[in-house]
């Protein structure tokens, strides 16, 4: 269905968890340690030490969801959502710059993650949601350093883009006249930090750490009604709603990001990740409406990431490797509502790299996210009571990257 155009980690994943995936094998597993080339400025810019020269990586993700939300009670009583699920596009850009044998410059444009619904226009939630959107956009300058053989460190900037879009359905109230609608565009942006490191105690293995602290974005924006009663405008005009400016400031949570990479042997490799995301602090929004501030809590739990991967050299210049990534839920089933429909994800994947030149290699990944059922009862004044979960709630994600420049050390 449109309902989730879930931005990579389709998720309601990770807020800056997971970005390029180049470096990686699939199912995202790898992302910190394994250090294959500059796509790993966005989740471990120590490691960019590895690359000589200079290279860029533009990597394109592209994401078809499955799943459909089934209602199994409703008040107002109505259909369910619509059934059209489009496929979501995810770019990434990555760049490494060898300034000297120990200094290297890197940056990168990502999205580190997104959520989107669409449920349509006349469904029975229609008080609730009929569209909603949430995206980040990071762009992350950074400098590493190679201190010694086995000690790699690395600091940057992380400027964060957000753009939030809501609408629904207005219940009226009055006999025989239609919803009237309400939109509210969001945006802001904000600068953060990024620091890392990576450890080489012996040849073919790597450790790796990196954080990314919270950052504040206040989005601003006024609201946009559409088809409005004469009662609820008047009401509305009179609390001063119709025209206001709304700024909200979001906690965008901190990151701590840890990973390994051992080479087994000339063929083959193992590598794995745990990643940490405060998504408790992001459930506290501080909303302002003309002179009136209120702190609006939802209670989200923090999200754990864990991933395992492997890669085997099949030849010089062609790689297989698979991997396995599971996500935590971001709320409990019974704080869940339909605009953030999270539960506890499960990734599966496949993939390879080839060199066709010798100075380009081609990524290719085939990976599937299976998640709960996220299973919804949510109720309110004026809209009602929603209960329903989804069907077949599964993602496929094809990733292919192009790596232009030398090879890493």
Not at 98 to 120: K, M, N, S
Not at 218 to 241: H, M
Not at 247 to 253: I, Y
Not at 350 to 367: D, F, K
Request: cysteine-free; charged content about 20%; overall charge negative.
């Amino acid at each position: 269905m449109r309902r989730r155009r879930q931005l990579l980690l389709l998720l309601a994943l990770m807020l800056p968890a997971t970005p390029a995936q180049a470096q990686l094998g699939p199912a995202m597993a790898g992302r910190v340690a394994q250090a294959a080339n500059a796509a790993v400025v966005n989740s471990n810019p120590a490691g960019i030490t590895r690359v000589r020269g200079t290279q860029i990586v533009l990597d394109t993700a592209v994401a078809q969801g499955f799943s459909e939300f089934r209602l199994s009670d409703s008040d107002p009583p109505g259909k369910n959502p619509d059934d059209d699920d489009d496929p979501t596009l995810i770019p990434t850009l990555s760049l490494s710059h060898e300034l000297t044998d120990r200094w290297r410059l890197g940056f990168g444009v990502f999205v580190p993650a997104g959520i989107g619904t669409d449920y349509g226009n006349d469904w029975a939630g229609r008080y609730f949601a009929t569209e909603s959107s949430l995206v980040f956009v990071s762009a992350q300058p950074v400098v590493a350093y190679r201190v010694t053989d086995w000690l790699s460190l690395a600091a940057g900037a992380s400027i964060m883009y957000v753009d939030s879009v809501s609408e629904s359905a207005i219940n009226n109230l009055e006999p025989g006249l239609e919803d009237g609608r309400i939109r509210l565009e969001l945006d802001g942006v904000d600068a953060g930090a990024v620091v890392a490191a990576m450890v080489e105690p012996w040849e073919g293995t790597r450790f790796a750490i990196s954080y990314r602290n919270e950052q504040h974005p206040e989005l601003e924006g006024r609201p946009r009604f559409r088809k409005l009663g004469p009662l609820l405008e008047n009401a509305l005009d009179n609390a001063g709603l119709l025209r206001t400016k709304i700024d909200v400031d979001v906690n965008v949570p901190q990151v701590i990001q840890a990973g390994f990479f051992h080479q087994m042997n000339d063929r083959f490799s193992i590598m794995g990740d745990l990643t940490w995301m405060d998504w408790s602090r992001f459930g506290r929004v501080d909303v302002t409406v003309s002179e009136t501030s209120i702190t609006a809590k939802q209670d989200f739990n923090d999200i754990w990431v864990g991933s395992f991967g492997a890669e085997y050299q099949v030849r010089e210049d062609l790689t297989a490797n698979a991997g396995f990534t599971y996500v935590s839920s971001a709320v409990d089933s019974e704080d869940r509502t339909l605009s953030l429909p999270f539960d506890e994800v499960f990734f599966f994947g496949v993939g390879g790299s080839a060199r066709a030149r010798p100075n380009l290699e081609i990524h290719a990944n085939l990976s599937a996210a299976l998640s709960g059922n996220g299973r919804i009862d949510q109720q309110g004044p004026l809209a009602g009571r929603i209960r329903g979960k989804s069907h077949d709630n599964y993602t496929l994600v094809f990733q292919v990257s192009f790596v232009w420049g030398t090879k890493p050390i």
